[in-house]
């Protein structure tokens, strides 16, 4: 099986949630109790329940121009993914990366301690790991368990509009890179967030932080270096301890 991504087109994205809905269905997660808070957004934020979650946010431009923006927030599935990295050191087994996808997959059945968990979420360059009461970190699973029987993860399954792809990477890039030099001739702004570092990419057309604070990385480069070269390290810090 060859490594996967999501290409998520949010010209095409009508937050209608349909994505949000199957997803919590096809986990069997239970549904999280929302009150009204003035915006098209519920529930507020992800959680170890909540692992796509629909954003929406409303922004008023020069000119009292109100528009409004739509960014079906998941899991990334980073090439090297850090929380991985830093899980790998704190609770080994809590994260995996399965070889075949590329899919990064929280263990369910490891416990991880809110120390631990505080350093883990913190790698994230997207703010997505998530924790329940009894100390089991979760979120977007690429819906594995579907893939590997030839099926589309439940979200990509479910849009009505085609904001939403899955398929091996190198077409999943290609189709990106098409939809983006199309969409520039409209949107000169238009970019692809963070494509070679992930595995969950975003057409974006618009400043990213009007869509969500943490929807583009600008800090992978530096993440990356630094496991790397912890990782270089390490052997010559283990034979200095040996010594």
Known sequence: MADKSFFIDTTKCTACRGCQIACKQWNRNPATKTIQRGT??????LSASTFKLVRFSEVEEPGGELRWYFFPDQCRHCMAPPCKEVADTKVKGAIIQDEATGAVVFNPKVKVKPEDFKEIRSACPYDIPRISGTGIMAKCTMCIDRIKEG????????CPTGAMSFGDRKEILEKASGRLEEVKKKYKDAMLANPEDVRTIYLLVDDPKKYHKYAVAENTIGITRKFALRRLLKPLKELSLMG
Do not use: R
């Open 40 to 45: 098209h957004q519920n529930p507020s934020d």
């Open 151 to 158: 099926m589309l993860p439940a979200c990509v399954k479910t």
